[in-house]
């Protein structure tokens, strides 16, 4: 006779709408007739221990989970800032809870690597509020980071400026992850709709992660966004809106961090020096999208905010600029090690990769913290080395 799991009915129900499965596809998953998911989580009938555990694993959930007697109540140990009108759900996603608390376990690590290396706290990390001018934040980004007008003109591209830009960053300790799913599963795709990146404050290892399905100009000013939140020394979450107005759709330290990077990006002066009036309105923006290497909305959103053009043409030249917006490119192959960097920063990757390699890891725990193969750990090591 087959043994039933005594499950709460409700726990299967929670769990599939949480993840957004139907009936018909969580009993494809299990596998059993849909009308056997119904009956189960009514209470009509329950699973063999068998299928609880294909349940567990196909509603990404502990086993435990499905014998308590209420679902469990969610919560992420980061402010939720998000603020887009419209966004997807005002719950985050499973896929984001796991994205974050990967980002949160690497750091763990690395804290506790550099302070067995005895680093000392950063100085920057928290140095402002808040109630600082944007300016002089922003001033100090630049200036600690060498964020300036040769690392521009040395840049091709917006891409490399993103390269350079995060070299820079990860040179004074700040771990940057970037990624456009969960880990390597590409069919868990990271939603821009949903998030755009978060920053997790730290004075011993600062991390901020960005969602790379974004356009590579809106993941530059992702980058200034959330560097202006360790400045301030603030953790959250983050989906920047340069459309809406700032006083009502955001909370305070997101206007604040927009200006920050905003600042960083096109400090005010020198956009106002460069602003041709004489100029139709969209060969301003291209000038000035090709000197800063920021996009078009950043652009427009800056001389909305200086004074330079009135609501009424932001929001006209906003809507052609959006439509203009090229969709992010799926690789086509490239270096699959630059790949395991980026996706777990460069600097984590050659301590972790040193560690193991050392014998101050074991390698399974390396692969494990770097969501890669044990094997590909020596790939790893080789191409560090040469770098």
Not at 41 to 53: K, L, M, V
Not at 180 to 186: I, P, T
Not at 359 to 385: E, S, W
Request: proline share 5%.
């Amino acid at each position: 006779m087959t043994l039933k799991a005594h499950i709460t009915p409700e726990i299967i129900r929670w769990a599939r709408e949480r993840l957004h499965v139907s009936e018909e596809e969580l009993a494809e998953r299990v596998p059993v007739k849909p009308d056997k998911v119904v009956k189960w989580e009514i209470g009509d009938d329950q699973p063999s221990f068998r299928q609880a555990r294909q349940i567990s694993k196909a509603l990404r959930i502990p086993f435990g989970y499905l014998f308590l007697t209420q679902p469990p109540a969610e919560s992420i140990p980061i402010p939720d800032l998000r603020t887009i009108p419209g966004a997807e759900s005002a719950h985050l996603s499973v896929d984001f809870i796991d994205v974050l608390n990967d980002a949160l376990r690497k750091q763990d690590w690395y804290r506790e690597h550099l302070r067995a290396e005895e680093f000392e706290p950063l100085p920057f990390v928290g140095a402002f509020n808040i109630t600082t001018p944007a300016e002089d934040v922003a001033n100090d980004i630049r200036d600690t980071l060498e964020i300036d007008n040769g690392l521009r003109r040395s840049s091709k591209n917006w891409e490399e400026f993103l390269r350079s830009f995060i070299l820079n960053v990860e040179e004074k300790r700040i771990l940057v992850l970037r990624n456009s799913v969960v880990g390597n599963n590409s069919h868990r795709p990271l939603s821009v709709s949903e998030f755009r990146g978060f920053a997790l404050s730290d004075s011993i290892a600062p991390l901020v992660f960005i969602n790379s399905r974004d356009a590579k100009t809106a993941q530059i000013f992702t980058l200034a966004h959330e560097l202006a939140h360790l400045w301030i020394g603030e953790s959250g979450v983050s989906n920047l809106n340069m459309r809406g107005s700032p006083s009502k759709e955001q909370s305070r330290i997101e206007r604040y961090c927009n200006r920050v990077a905003a600042e960083v990006l096109i400090p005010s002066r020198e956009f106002r020096n460069n602003w041709n009036p004489r100029e139709s309105l969209d060969d301003a923006i291209s000038n000035l999208v090709r000197r800063y290497r920021v996009s078009s909305l950043v652009v427009l959103r800056r001389a909305l905010d200086l004074g330079l053009i009135d609501r009424d043409t932001f929001f006209e030249q906003y809507d052609i600029e959006v439509g203009r917006q090229m969709p992010v490119r799926k690789s086509k192959g490239g270096d699959p090690f630059a790949t395991y960097w980026t996706r777990s920063s460069k600097r984590l990757t050659e301590a972790v990769v040193s560690s193991a390699f050392e014998g101050r890891m074991l390698y399974r725990d390396a692969a494990h913290l770097l969501g890669v193969k044990v094997k590909t750990l020596q790939g790893l090591a080789d191409r560090l080395g040469g770098q």
